[in-house]
RNA sequence: CCCGCCGUAGCUCAGCCCGGUAGAGCGCCCGGCUGUAGAUGGGGGGCGUGCAGUGACCGGGUGGUCCGGGGUUCAAGUCCCCGCGGCGGGACCA
């Protein structure tokens, strides 16, 4: 039993911080207690579908899972134009996805940032973090730096917000954090500043992450301004980076068709990896490829391997790969834009979220 | 979590590679130097004492669980293993 809990947790992840530790948390029998934060940060793109998977497999293994909506964090990021208003509607709108996709979010605590924000104790925690850590150290674990922060103009609140990573961690006082490979620089240092604090040692869970459609660049859902001016100036037809579970099918169909996809090339190419990362995770974990007769018919792919080992050799071509994807993948979405449809004033936010991200 | 560097006197570090009596600089303490106080006829000087001051100065002195624990060896700061602590870097992608 613990050692299906155990698989449960585990099965499609990146890494897991330590594995030791996990399997001992779980065999000790003591409620467990996880979180995930993430930005509100623009719409919902299918790279999230990985850790909402994980976070739905982590509810159903017992785990009393937090969400933490940061939306102070976000803010600090200059997300969607520093509006805390639409950050926190932002927010609303991927907890209904979350509901969407299947996590039980009647077993989930959602808790906003702000909240954390009132108490004074929780910015007692961020002293004490920045205190017990270096200048050097705190550098490191920004996740703007990744790009081209040398120059960018970057205010005195980022260099706080890793320090309020970790205190988020502490203050809720848990034992699993999760959250995508990009968040593995917070964690460590949560890891770090833990036992310099004698505060409990998150184990971290990090789930991998989506290339973006054009391959390379990963898949973001606030498209940075810069970014996106000089992507449209450069050509109009140029399809966005992220594929967003609100996108209607022809979209869908439409930004797979014009994804980075080379014949044979398996490295970053984001079509596989939505394969690889989605469509074998869900229950149904198999690609249906329907080709004429002259192209060889249609076949079936029961695990990715097979698919990968196939394209690598040729023998499936990129636009078949494109369309089998752009079908099955709708066939997943569908009853989440039809559960986000329902309610016109979803319908309504994504339409002005969409807008503050792009213009 | 992974990798690297570091941990030796109060402080900054050398010594470790190549095993054989633990070092330097700074600091600290004592003195050298200057001033000053002090019942006696006046004046001068010396010594001792107290107090104060002073210097990239000169003497003299003070300095150590060599991070911890094992191991190898006749002998370990030095070599090997396991830890702890500090720092820096890495960690999907760029």
Known sequence: MSQNRLQLIIRNTEEIVTLDELRQKLESGEQLKGYIGFEPSGLFHIGWMIWAYKLRDLV???????????????????????????????????????????????????????????????????LKVAK?????????????????????????????YPAMQ??????????????????????????????????????????????????????????????????????KSKPENAIFVTDPPEVVESKLKQAYCPKGVVEDNPVLQINKYIIFHTENPRLVVERDPKYGGTVVFESYEDLERAFAEGKLHPLDLKAATSRKLNEILDPIRKSIERKSEYVELVRRIEKSVTR
């Open 132 to 160: 017990g850590t270096s200048l050097a150290r705190i550098k490191r674990a920004l996740t703007i730096m990744g790009r081209k922060a040398e120059e960018a103009e970057i205010d005195a609140s980022k260099l706080i």
């Open 166 to 235: 970790v205190a988020d961690i502490f203050y809720q006082d848990l034992d699993i954090a999760l959250g995508g490979t990009d968040q593995r620089k917070a964690h460590m240092l949560a890891r770090d500043v833990a036992e310099k604090l004698g505060r409990k040692k998150v184990i971290a869970i990090h789930t991998p992450l989506l290339v973006g459609l054009q391959g390379g660049q990963r898949m973001e859902a606030g498209v940075d301004r810069d970014d996106y001016m000089s992507a449209i100036k450069m050509s």
């Open 60 to 126: 159903n293994a017992g785990i009393k899972m937090n969400v933490l909506v940061a939306t102070w964090h976000a803010w600090i990021n200059d997300k969607l134009g520093g509006d805390l208003e639409l950050i926190r509607k932002a927010g609303d709108l991927t907890i209904e996805i979350l509901r969407a996709l299947g996590v039980d979010m009647s077993k989930v605590n959602v808790i906003d940032a702000e909240e954390f924000a009132k108490d004074k104790d929780y910015w007692a925690l961020v």
